[in-house]
């Protein structure tokens, strides 16, 4: 065991120092064909879709290339059986699945580089060029395998995974509650016995599994010793499958041949391959943990490649405080969905109430009255205020002035704003690099709240009826007209305002793409000047003299509603005092204890 952890240890560090500035590979899972899309899948889709555009803006433009993968696994029996319920032919089912998938998150925004389906041609040569490498490392052998089966799962279940009911005599997985059956048949085994130990030397490396409640769940189940595993099944049992080369009698267990993915997207087993291997964040869901966090990093081994540099594991929707399934009827389907809050909509609440950590709810009186209050309300319409013929008559984004910018910072009402704002980057930062997007959120909206109070309380307004509006058309005419203090502060507080609101913009664009592209565009913020790097670049940098103050700039004039207040449709709730008790009782698992900048 000890040469093998040396030979980890050498693979980590000669592909660290190569790739860590360089490329940046993140996957979501590859979804299960045997049903629609559901939200489930599309948070998982949508959290990659966010580290990945999120990874582009923090990176300067020549430090490489930021490559998502996503996709559909397409093999097994319960696919087979999905086809067979509808009547058509597996291939054809598959691909009339597969194209929901990619259609949903292409209305989602999900900005994959490959979309992966398992019945492809070259992702069949990947799995057998991984196979082969595998077996001529004598890590795969052929056995006679027994033991219990469920066949729901397309899984065998270890003895302490297994429940037994008393009265029926029957024996159900404890991790997904599907009966099991004793099955005995030859299969090709993998050595996983042999590979314990270099999987927790990789896991003990540091940051593997995030969030840490997952790490400390794998290392549970690595307390125990680890079996060889069985990696195929007789031709007569599954036949749906990929066919184990060489052996027309067996196919590839649908686990091995779906995790081969990730390698087929980036080109495997071609040379190019490893310019994006080891994929820098993986994002599954909590139960294909044991997949992705024990058999995956013992293959990659075993085929002498190293591991991925981190799992990042979310956790279940629930569905008004219950599981979603088919026989309760509460699958939501996303297309559905955003019929009711948009699709832009549907992302940000996913990503607003999601948390990596603890099972989120889905609520559908919360998710509108989240999505009204903050990018309708709070959002929408500061930039209309901002925006409106009445208080901004020549539709700019004004320059500061510098005199006036610093007077305006020396008040209470411009002292709060300019805290917020100076911790926002910092703050902002940290919980993106944690994946904590709803804590991004949330600092997000409540900065925007310290924006709508600075423009409330600094009563714009009322200066405006203070200039006249010979004034307004020196401003027009002339590049710096000797203009009255109050038109010099209102265009101040204009452009401090909409300051804040370009900072929010961009720190919106891994959350809601489209949403954030309106808003930057409305402001005309250039397209180089939307990096995470230009959260910095604000007004409180220009009244210390650090930053120059920027040109007036023209608005776009098209006519924007940025975000359109939703109204509940009649088949979508009960009566609004019903629904308001409803929400009380069935949202409280979604609360979660965060803290606002400002109160």
């Not at 360089?22 to 966010?50: C, E, K, M």
């Not at 607003?352 to 009255?369: F, I, L, Q």
């Not at 793409?513 to 913020?525: A, E, G, N, W, Y």
């Not at 207040?565 to 965060?594: F, G, I, N, Q, Y």
């Amino acid at each position: 065991m000890l040469g093998q952890n040396i030979k980890v240890l050498k693979i980590v560090l000669r592909t660290y120092s190569k790739n860590f500035a360089g490329n940046f590979y993140v996957t979501t899972p590859i979804f299960y064909v045997n049903g629609a899309p559901h939200i489930g899948h599309l948070y998982s889709a949508v959290l990659a879709d966010a580290i990945s555009r999120y990874q582009r803006l923090l990176c300067p433009e020549n430090s490489g290339i930021t490559r998502l993968s996503t996709g559909t696994d397409e093999h097994g029996t319960k696919i087979e059986r999905a086809a067979s319920a509808s009547k058509a032919p597996v291939i054809d089912y598959c691909t009339k699945i597969s194209h929901l998938f990619a259609e949903v998150f292409r209305e989602a925004s999900v900005q994959h580089c490959d979309f992966i389906r398992t019945t492809e041609q070259r992702h069949e040569k990947a799995v057998h060029h991984f196979w082969n490498t595998l077996f001529e490392k004598d890590t795969i052998y052929l056995n006679q395998y027994n033991g219990w089966y469920c066949v729901a799962d397309e899984t065998f279940i270890t003895n302490n995974q297994l429940h037994l009911d008393e009265q029926s005599g029957v024996r159900y997985s404890l991790e997904s509650g599907h009966p099991v059956e004793w099955t005995e048949e030859e299969n090709y085994m993998f050595r996983l016995s042999k590979f314990q130990a270099d999987i927790l030397y990789w896991l003990q490396q540091g940051n593997r599994v995030r969030p840490v409640k997952f790490e400390k769940i794998l290392m549970d189940m690595l307390n125990e010793p680890l079996l060889d595993i069985s990696i195929s099944r007789p031709i007569n049992r599954v036949s749906w499958a990929l066919p184990v080369p060489n052996d027309p009698t067996q196919t590839i267990y649908v686990w091995f041949d779906a995790l081969v993915n990730y390698l087929t997207s980036v080109g495997y087993p071609d040379g190019k391959y490893t310019d994006f291997w080891p994929p820098n964040m993986q994002v599954i869901g909590k139960d294909i943990l044991k997949f992705h966090g024990v058999y995956w990093p013992a293959f990659l081994i075993a085929a002498g490649m190293e591991p991925p540099r981190q799992l990042y594991v979310h956790s279940h929707w629930t569905v008004d405080g219950q599981k979603m399934s088919k026989s309760k009827n509460n699958v939501i389907d996303p297309t559905i969905a955003a019929k009711t809050y948009t699709m832009e909509g549907l992302r940000y609440f996913l990503l607003r109430e999601g948390t990596a950590h603890s099972d989120a709810n889905y609520c559908s009186v919360k998710a509108m009255r989240i999505l009204n209050a903050e990018l309708a309300d709070t959002l929408g319409n500061l930039l209309s205020r901002v925006c409106s013929k009445a208080l901004n008559p020549r539709q700019v984004y004004p320059r500061f002035h510098t005199a006036q910018l610093r007077e305006i910072l020396k008040t209470n009402n411009g002292r709060q704003l300019r805290d917020v704002l100076q911790q926002f980057e910092g703050r902002c930062t940290q919980h993106f690099n944690d994946r904590n997007f709803y804590m991004g959120a949330d600092l997000i909206m409540s900065t925007l709240h310290a924006a709508n109070r600075f423009l409330e309380f600094s009563r714009p307004w009322d200066l405006k009826l203070k200039i006249s509006d010979v004034d307004i058309d020196k401003r027009v005419s002339l590049p710096m007209p000797q203009c009255d203090e109050n038109c010099l502060k209102l265009e101040t507080i204009i452009a401090m305002t909409m300051d804040t609101l370009r900072v929010c913009g961009i720190a919106l664009q891994p959350l809601v793409p489209s949403l954030s592209t309106l808003l930057l565009d409305k402001l005309r913020v250039p397209y180089d000047q939307r990096k995470w790097r230009n959260l910095n670049h604000h007004f409180v940098q220009v009244a210390e003299g650090a930053l120059e103050p920027s040109l007036e700039v023209c608005l776009n004039r098209t006519h924007l509603i940025l975000f359109r207040r939703l109204t509940p449709k009649e088949d979508d709730h009960v009566e609004p005092k019903l629904a308001k008790m409803k929400e009380s009782e069935k949202c409280k698992k979604s609360k979660r204890k965060t803290k606002n900048v400002v109160s």
